[in-house]
C-alpha cells in the first residue's frame, strides 16, 4: 500500500515573469520505503520536498499522504533540514520535547500523555546515542549531534512520514557516514518511511531503496532507479561493482538532463559566464 502518492503534480512560482518549477510529477512511495531525490540544481527537489510537507501550495495535481490529501503541515508528516535550527535557550532534552510540551500547555495531553511523551524523548536520546548529552546547550554540540537532536526532535511525534532536505549537507565526510549509519538504523527501530533529497549520489545510493533522479527546466521525474543492495547496509558496499556502476549511470544522466556532457564542459560554461559579467 503507498504510504505517499503523487499524481502529476505542477508547481508555478507566480512572478512578473512565472516560473515552472514541476511538471507533471507522479511517484509513490510504499510504507516504511526509503526514498532518495537526486538532480542537478534547479529540478525541485527541495520544491516536492517541501509540498509533501504542507510548506509550498502545488498550482496543479493530487497529493495523498496516508489516504489523506494534503492541504497543508499535518502530525504525521515530519521534516528535517539542512541547518538544524536548535533553540540555543533550551537544553538538548528540552529540544527534543518542545512540541510535546507546547501541546501539553494548550491543555491537549493528559497527565499520563505528558509522562509518556518525557519517556519517548529518553528513547530518542539513547537511539541516538546522545544520552549522556541531555542537559548539554547546542552551542556544546558538534554539527552531527545536532543533527541527531533534529532528527530525535522530528521523530518525537511519532511520525509516520520522514521527509530530510539535504540533512548531511553541512558535515563532514567522516561524520557523514555516521549519519548514514544513524539514519537506517532509526529507520529499522522506528518503521518511519522516509523520502530524502540529496545532491550526493553515492549517499542516494547507499541510503535508498530508490534514487528518483529528477531533471530541470522543468523541474520531472525522469529515471527511477531500484537499488540492487541488501537492506542491511554496509559502508564497505560503497566499494562494490554495482554500486559504483550505478553511480556512474546516475552521475551521466543527471549531466545529460542538466545539459553538461562533461564537468569540463560546466566550468567551461560558468568561466565564459564569469568573463561576460
Excluded at 536548535?86 to 491537549?108: C, D, H, M, Q
Excluded at 531500484?226 to 556502476?245: G, I, N, T
Aim: proline share 4%.
Amino acid at each position: 500500500m503507498s504510504k505517499v502518492q503523487i499524481r502529476n503534480l505542477g508547481k508555478i512560482f507566480d512572478s512578473a515573469k512565472p516560473v515552472t518549477a514541476l511538471e507533471n510529477v507522479s511517484l509513490d512511495v510504499k510504507d516504511n520505503e526509503f526514498v532518495t531525490l537526486v538532480g542537478a540544481s534547479g529540478c525541485g527537489k527541495s520544491t516536492l520536498l517541501r509540498i509533501l510537507g504542507g510548506l509550498e501550495y502545488r498550482s496543479s495535481g493530487e497529493l495523498v499522504c496516508e489516504g489523506q490529501p494534503v492541504v497543508g503541515p499535518g502530525a504525521e508528516r515530519a521534516m528535517v533540514f539542512q541547518h538544524y535550527s536548535l533553540y540555543p535557550w533550551l537544553t538538548v532534552l528540552e529540544n527534543i520535547r518542545f512540541s510535546r510540551k507546547l501541546k501539553a500547555k494548550r491543555g491537549n495531553l493528559s497527565s499520563s500523555e505528558v509522562e509518556a511523551a518525557a519517556g519517548r524523548a529518553d528513547a530518542l536520546l539513547q537511539l541516538i546515542g546522545l544520552s549522556h548529552l541531555a542537559h548539554a546547550y547546542p552551542n556544546q554540540l558538534s554539527g552531527g549531534q545536532q543533527q541527531r537532536v533534529a532528527i530525535a526532535r522530528a521523530l518525537m511525534s511519532k511520525p509516520s512520514i520522514l521527509l530530510m532536505d539535504e540533512p548531511f549537507g553541512a558535515l563532514d565526510a567522516q561524520t557523514r557516514e555516521v549519519m548514514h549509519d544513524l539514519v537506517l538504523h532509526v529507520q529499522r527501530i522506528e518503521k518511519t518511511t522516509i523520502v530524502f533529497v540529496t545532491h550526493d549520489v553515492e549517499e542516494a545510493i547507499y541510503l535508498g531503496q530508490r534514487v528518483v533522479l529528477m531533471a530541470p527546466r522543468p523541474g520531472r521525474i525522469d529515471t527511477i532507479y531500484d537499488v540492487p543492495l541488501p537492506a542491511a547496509r554496509e559502508q564497505d558496499m560503497k566499494h562494490a561493482p554495482e554500486f559504483l556502476a550505478m553511480k556512474k549511470r546516475i552521475l551521466a544522466r543527471i549531466r545529460d538532463t542538466s545539459g553538461m556532457s562533461t564537468d569540463s564542459e560546466l566550468l567551461e560554461r560558468l568561466n565564459l559566464q564569469a568573463a561576460a559579467a
